[in-house]
């Protein structure tokens, strides 16, 4: 388990978000409150369609909610407009995908560097870049293959090259060893762990797989929209929020 600090990297207070209108209506976080500090891997498992995908696109500024505060990193993201929402997310968040999201007729470096190259960097400045991060994940010799020809775990793993190569202060991780066999689940799970700690980062972790629940150092439970209970790193329960 990471060391935790006191200092919150995401609050978030009475979350609302509902989709449809009328009957159609359905309301998916429903007074949601959570946070993260910084420092910790944080993670939120419930059962499919209890709103975590959901509540991770309103603190990952992707989806803005109905109600409620959302601080992320110190900013109100309600008080935002979509530009600097765009801004907010490409300087400070970084994300890693259940199914990888890898461009298929990029390299592995290339894809490692497409944050950079968002941000305004130069296509060389943010390939050497990319090689570095990827090199300190092991993947010095694979740097210049395709998807196609590099394993799930070695995809996981530019994949996250590329969420963290922009340096994000909060990791946002959605199902990340879903694909991956139990030893390699547990290297990228080490792999994040690093991360939190050497970059002194939140990582924000959506999960089903309880094989990795030992990596975390609180876990966020949650049904029907709302954080039920928390966990803390002795496994001992919290009162509900």
């Known amino acids: 388990?990471?060391?935790?600090?006191?200092?919150?990297?995401?609050?978030?207070?009475?979350?609302?978000?509902?989709?449809?209108?009328?009957?159609?209506?359905?309301?998916?976080?429903?007074?949601?409150?959570?946070?993260?500090?910084?420092?910790?891997?944080?993670?939120?498992?419930?059962?499919?369609?209890?709103?975590?995908?959901?509540?991770?696109?309103?603190?990952?500024?992707?989806?803005?909610?109905?109600?409620?505060?959302?601080?992320?990193?110190?900013?109100?993201?309600?008080?935002?407009?979509?530009?600097?929402?765009?801004?907010?997310?490409?300087?400070?968040?970084g994300f890693i995908f259940q199914q990888f999201n890898l461009l298929p007729a990029l390299s592995a470096t290339e894809n490692a560097s497409i944050p950079l190259v968002a941000r305004g960097e130069s296509v060389k400045a943010a390939e050497?870049?990319?090689?570095?991060?990827?090199?300190?994940?092991?993947?010095?010799?694979?740097?210049?293959k395709m998807p196609a020809q590099l394993s799930g775990g070695q995809q996981q793993r530019v994949a996250i090259a590329r969420a963290l190569v922009h340096s994000p202060r909060i990791l946002i991780c959605d199902e990340p060893t879903a694909s991956l066999d139990a030893a390699t689940g547990n290297t990228v799970m080490g792999l994040l762990r690093d991360a939190a700690l050497a970059g002194d980062r939140s990582v924000i972790i959506v999960t089903h797989d309880n094989r990795i629940f030992d990596f975390a150092d609180r876990i966020h439970h949650m049904a029907d929209g709302v954080i039920t209970h928390i966990e803390s790193p002795d496994s001992s329960r919290e009162d509900a929020p």
């Open 1 to 93: 388990m990471t060391t935790a600090t006191d200092t919150l990297a995401v609050r978030c207070t009475g979350i609302h978000k509902s989709f449809g209108e009328g009957e159609a209506r359905v309301h998916v976080l429903r007074g949601t409150d959570f946070d993260a500090r910084t420092g910790e891997m944080t993670f939120l498992v419930g059962p499919s369609g209890c709103g975590k995908t959901t509540l991770i696109s309103v603190l990952g500024a992707i989806l803005s909610c109905d109600d409620g505060e959302v601080d992320v990193l110190g900013h109100d993201l309600r008080a935002l407009s979509s530009g600097k929402l765009a801004d907010f997310r490409l300087a400070n968040l």
């Open 128 to 144: 050497t870049s990319a090689r570095e991060m990827l090199e300190s994940l092991g993947m010095g010799d694979q740097v210049h």
